[in-house]
């Protein structure tokens, strides 16, 4: 949308020609006016002033929307359940699980959750770590750790029933704001309560032409506003999800369906770029030219020029765009830029099997609470400079490598990217295999490993930490190092996207009593033959 938007700005696109005369636009004749008087006017332009229209509306979207909406787990379960506490949860955790993540993703991760936690009761006694392993994977961590907070809140306070409205449900609990209260209300309870998201935006924005910056206070108090005057009160939880399903499968951001939109006929947007398009091919034909219209006939908002709804005077509507003209967004600031040392660090087991320090993050703050490789922000003074960088995390996991270990056995592997929400952080990789007697390194010892801030983990318990994606990128560059250093031939058949964590079972599974025969030699050199991830950890001679 960026793009479009620059596109927009440029003025790229359809253009009057030289000497052409445009003709006044025809403005919407019906009078300015005000939602319950709550907002300055607005031009009925934006607005859905007739009930008739309103209720034509609603049809063709529940009619549609009983026709084509996806099968969804949650969906099933709100349709079903008849005790209103575990219908509501089941939609809530629907609801929280899809922000900011794709209807694909969350499926698996909602099936697992609700199998293992199906009730409030049961997700308020849940362990944090087990809410977090579970959700790793599907980003934004906190919303997990917001989600059984709340739920915990619901048992210990509201004596385990929810609040049984949308006002109540958004001032009692934590994590949950108007958006996740009117879903829950209008899904769960039948509340007629509107909602708005990136969807319903777009789609709202589309069928109003309202092209004022879609985040500004303004703006969004008129799509709530917008919102609530269209909600079936007979239906509201379907017609919800319809505008929610309207937005994700029809009137999508880049490639809109709109021959095959229930809206069409209500939507002004369409109604414009058809207006423009029938000019056009009258234009071909000469019949604009015989008629004098020196512009399509397109009607607009009577207020333009002062409206608070329209686009802005310096980007006035694109032809080349089409409905996407709609929504306007301001410009997304830049992800800030961070670098990050991590090393995977290795010592044998008591059973000589491979073993890995994972340590916890802080329990606040981005990925608060999950566990990755010991790690160390590059400040400006590391971030080029490899030696430095080299010994900053030598003396960072010095604490528990528990040996002299000299800073040429410290392996660099790669960078692997990783863009969080407001952060493109990249991370330098590096990775240390502890030689010598297996108990020696810090955390060995039985009192140690009961330490919450970090532990040994095998590969197998590492996939199923809580750890992010971006440490599960880490391991897999250590892996795929390791097949690149052994080649064709060597032992390493894994084709990208397999499971890593299968790869290495295999690998164990050949021969398991020698996993723990191999030491690193006191110069740092390697034995002869390397199969696996644990023997590519390994400092090569003279490194
Ligand atoms: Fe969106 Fe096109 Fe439907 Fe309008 S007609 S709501 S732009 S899909
Ligand atoms: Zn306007």
Redesign the pocket.
């Known amino acids: 949308m960026s793009k479009l938007r620059a596109a927009a700005r440029s003025g790229r696109g359809l253009r009057q020609g030289a000497g052409e005369v445009r003709k006044s636009p025809r403005r919407c004749r019906e009078n300015v006016s005000s939602h319950k008087g709550m907002l300055p006017p607005v031009s009925a332009y934006h607005l859905f002033s007739h009930l008739a229209e309103i209720e034509a509306f609603r049809k063709n979207l529940l009619a549609w929307y009983d026709k084509c909406k996806r099968d969804l787990p949650w969906r099933k379960l709100a349709a079903s359940e008849s005790d209103t506490n575990r219908r509501a949860y089941a939609v809530w955790v629907s609801e929280i699980m899809l922000q900011q993540t794709q209807v694909a993703m969350v499926i698996d991760y909602y099936n697992r959750w609700m199998q293992k936690w199906p009730t409030l009761q049961a997700l308020a006694k849940a362990s944090l770590e087990d809410v977090n392993e579970l959700w790793a994977g599907l980003g934004y961590y906190s919303r997990g750790k917001r989600l059984q907070e709340a739920a915990q809140k619901v048992v210990s306070e509201l004596a385990g029933q929810m609040p049984a409205t949308a006002e109540e449900l958004q001032r009692l609990l934590p994590g949950v704001g108007r958006y996740t209260a009117g879903a829950i209300a209008s899904i769960s309870y039948g509340q007629a309560t509107g909602v708005v998201d990136g969807n319903v935006i777009r789609?709202l924005c589309?069928?109003r032409c309202i092209g004022a910056e879609s985040s500004s206070p303004a703006v969004t108090d008129r799509l709530w506003d917008l919102a609530n005057a269209l909600v079936d009160p007979a239906r509201p939880g379907d017609f919800n999800q319809a505008m929610m399903e309207l937005g994700a499968t029809?009137?999508t951001p880049r490639a809109?369906?709109?021959m095959e939109?229930p809206?069409?006929p209500h939507?002004r947007?369409?109604c414009r770029v058809e207006k423009e398009l029938e000019f056009a091919s009258k234009r071909l034909l000469g019949k604009a030219a015989s008629s004098c219209s020196q512009a399509p006939d397109i009607e607009e908002c009577a207020t333009a020029g002062s409206c608070s709804l329209c686009p802005p005077a310096t980007e006035p509507w694109d032809s080349s765009l089409g409905?996407a003209n709609f929504p306007r967004r301001a410009a997304k600031k830049q992800p800030r830029a961070e670098r990050t040392a991590t090393c995977v660090l290795e010592r044998r087991g008591p059973r000589g099997e491979p073993e890995y320090l994972i340590v916890q993050r802080p329990s606040s703050g981005l990925l608060a609470g999950l566990w990755e490789f010991p790690s160390l922000a590059l400040g400006p003074g590391l971030k080029e400079k490899e030696k430095q960088q080299r010994e900053a995390l030598l003396a960072h996991v010095q604490a528990w490598a528990g040996e002299a270990v000299a800073r040429g056995r410290l392996r660099h592997v790669g960078e692997v990217g990783h863009v969080f929400s407001h952060i493109h952080q990249t991370y330098v990789v590096y990775s240390l295999l502890l030689g010598g007697d297996p108990e020696a390194a810090s955390g060995g010892r039985d009192e140690e490993l009961e330490r919450p801030a970090f532990r040994w983990v095998t590969q197998a318990e590492f996939q199923k930490s809580a750890v992010s994606t971006a440490m599960k990128k880490v391991w897999k560059a250590c892996e795929r190092q390791s097949c690149e250093e052994r080649g064709p031939g060597q032992g390493c058949k894994r084709k990208r996207g397999t499971d890593p964590s299968r790869a290495g079972q295999q690998k164990r599974g050949a021969d398991p009593s020698r996993a723990g025969q191999r030491k690193v030699e006191a110069d740092g050199s390697l034995p002869p033959r390397q199969l696996s991830l644990d023997a590519f950890l390994k400092a090569p001679a003279g490194e």
């Open positions: 789609v589309r069928v029809v009137c809109p369906l709109c939109c809206v069409k939507c947007a369409r409905v």
